[in-house]
């Protein structure tokens, strides 16, 4: 079964940047497709970014359009989020999470991502 750990949360000025990491164990990293998604207090989870298997394929919800750059390295295990021009919206705690059945869909859905990571916090201060 997958594990996922992110790292690199933190607290940031507004207009700031942040890297955040998720390292995957197993040996089918490379076949699912990855996805950041976050909450903030009294809110749901909001999807943030995908990032199909290939990498050659990325997604982004709107707010984050331009500021934001998911990438991954498939010999690493490891996916990433860059984060530029934070702003005090951007404060959640940030999930790493997988579709691990994602080499077989030509979707990204937030409800397909079957296994999450713990979290780590990100936090803006204005």
């Known amino acids: 079964q997958v594990q996922l750990v992110e790292s690199g949360g933190g607290l940031v000025q507004a207009g700031g940047s942040l890297r955040l990491s998720c390292a995957a164990s197993?040996?089918?990293?490379?076949?699912?497709?990855m996805g950041w998604v976050r909450q903030a207090p009294g809110k749901g989870r909001e999807f943030v970014a995908a990032i199909k298997w290939s990498g050659g394929d990325t997604y982004y919800t709107d707010s984050v359009k331009g500021r934001f750059t998911i990438s991954r390295d498939n010999a690493k295990n490891t996916m990433y989020l860059q984060m530029d021009s934070l702003n005090v919206e951007d404060a959640a705690v940030y999930y790493c999470?997988?579709?691990?059945?994602?080499?077989?869909?030509?979707?990204?859905?937030?409800?397909?991502?079957?296994?999450w990571g713990q979290g780590t916090q990100v936090t803006v201060s204005s």
């Open positions: 999470a997988a579709d691990t059945f994602g080499f077989f869909r030509t979707t990204v859905e937030l409800a397909n991502f079957d296994t």
């Open positions: 197993g040996r089918t990293f490379s076949k699912y497709t």
